[in-house]
């Protein structure tokens, strides 16, 4: 079955620290992959994504991430968090352009002022 | 925002009533979701809609119908509630271009049965 799979359940973190959220997916073939972050007693929101061409694509809020189709994994960076990323980070990804989105179990980030 | 509206936004409910769910979109769409959201388990699909009276089941579709009867409106029903369907329910859309699609999500719905 296909899957998602995020490594950490809960990150905690120094303003200023560096952040990256390990995720992998389990199918190989065309992939469009996601990240949304979803803010306390909010809805997801998208952060960036990736169809085709560069693997390192940029997103909003300074965020970024790295398609490595080799290791199957899309891992999320940020080079300096803020106490505002306080958040869930969710990766989902998709076979192809169509078919479902599965979604990880979430990354809890917790930065500390 | 992709003008996605849910309602209610809250709702108590007790174990065995129905209860409805309505997911409202501005934009004609042709993809909508519901997603429930648990915590330690992500996301999850419920049922999913591509088009007026078109739908399909996703993983967890026990105890869950949908309807589409306007591309507009995506609702979701559990006919009898039960403890195990308090959850976050989320609606999503698909918009497409360019040959791709990327989901937007709704702001929520808090479901709780007691």
């Known amino acids: 079955a296909q899957s998602v799979s995020q490594h950490n359940h809960h990150v905690i973190l120094s303003e200023a620290a560096s952040l990256e959220l390990g995720c992998n997916y389990s199918?190989?073939?065309?992939?469009?992959l996601f990240w949304y972050v979803q803010y306390p007693g909010q809805h997801l929101q998208l952060l960036l994504k990736y169809f085709s061409g560069d693997p390192l694509v940029k997103g909003i809020k300074g965020f970024e991430a790295e398609f490595i189709k080799s290791k199957f994994s899309f891992n999320l960076r940020k080079p300096s968090v803020q106490w505002s990323d306080t958040a869930e980070y969710f990766c989902?990804?998709?076979?192809?352009?169509?078919?479902?989105?599965?979604f990880g179990k979430g990354t809890k980030l917790s930065v500390k002022p | 925002d992709a003008g996605i509206t849910q309602s209610p936004r809250h709702k108590v409910t007790e174990t065995g009533t129905p209860v409805t769910l309505r997911c409202h979109q501005t934009e004609n769409h042709r993809y909508m979701y519901w997603y429930r959201q648990d915590p330690g388990h992500g996301l999850r699909l419920i049922h999913y809609s591509y088009g007026v009276k078109d739908t399909d089941k996703g993983e967890v579709s026990d105890g869950y119908s949908v309807s589409r009867s306007k591309t507009e409106d995506f609702l979701l029903t559990l006919e009898s509630a039960t403890s195990s369907q308090t959850s976050v329910y989320f609606c999503?859309?698909?918009?497409?271009?360019?040959?791709?699609?990327?989901?937007?999500f709704g702001p929520g719905t808090r479901l709780t049965v007691l």
């Open positions: 199918y190989g073939g065309t992939v469009n």
């Open positions: 989902a990804a998709k076979r192809g352009s169509q078919g479902n989105l599965i």
């Open positions: 999503a859309i698909s918009v497409e271009r360019l040959g791709t699609d990327t989901q937007y």
